[in-house]
């Protein structure tokens, strides 16, 4: 389920036509229940994946 959030600072309320926002997807479902996934970004692919603890981690695929 993806949903949008206010991202100004909560000090400041701008009009909902100014304020920046943009998509939150939940993790499960991003990874569909796979620890780990690539995701391509202009031809660099990363590695996303889930620890034991339940962190998400993300780096730079090695070529």
């Known amino acids: 389920m993806s949903k949008k959030i206010n ?7 701008p009009s909902v036509a100014s304020s920046s926002q943009y ?4 993790s499960r479902e991003l990874m569909q229940g796979d620890g780990q ?3 391509d970004h ?5 590695h996303l994946r889930i ?6 981690i993300k780096r730079v695929a090695t070529s």
Request: aromatic fraction near 4%; charged fraction near 30%; avoid cysteine.
């Open 23 to 26: 998509r939150i997807i939940e």
């Open 42 to 46: 202009k031809g660099e692919v990363y």
């Open 51 to 56: 620890t034991r603890q339940g962190k998400l």
């Open 37 to 39: 996934i690539g995701i």
């Open 7 to 13: 991202t100004q600072p909560s000090h400041k309320m």
